[in-house]
């Protein structure tokens, strides 16, 4: 059984920092993609980013460039996400996410492609 726990979430003022953790117990870590996605009050979840196996590539939502950071600890079976510059349209719950298939060479933004969902953690930047 593959559980994912997020961490890290909290409420930040606009132009302020987090780092989000997500902690994978069980399975093979480094056999997973890994993404962070993101939903915000009525609205649909959206991708944020994607990150390789061994961590040499990643991906990012277009409007985040720049701000936030995916990173992997494959010793210590975290994902990270720096995030930087925070906006209140930042504000939403995050989440992160694992796939183990093989058909995903590198990385991917689809949330219809990851297995393994943690539950989520507040994000709330305030004005």
């Known amino acids: 059984q593959v559980q994912l726990a997020e961490s890290g979430g909290g409420l930040v003022q606009t132009g302020g920092s987090l780092r989000l953790s997500c902690a994978v117990v069980?399975?093979?870590?480094?056999?997973?993609?890994m993404g962070w996605f993101r939903q915000a009050p009525g609205k649909e979840r959206e991708f944020v980013a994607t990150i390789s196996r061994d961590g040499g590539t990643t991906r990012y939502a277009d409007s985040l460039k720049g701000r936030f950071t995916i990173s992997r600890d494959n010793a210590k079976k975290t994902v990270y996400l720096q995030m930087n510059s925070l906006k209140p349209e930042d504000t939403a719950v995050y989440f992160c996410?694992?796939?183990?298939?093989?058909?995903?060479?590198?990385?991917?933004?689809?949330?219809?492609?990851?297995?393994?969902w943690g539950q989520g953690t507040q994000v709330t930047v305030s004005s």
């Open positions: 996410a694992a796939t183990p298939r093989n058909s995903i060479l590198v990385a991917t933004t689809r949330s219809d492609q990851y297995d393994y």
């Open positions: 069980g399975g093979t870590f480094t056999s997973y993609v």
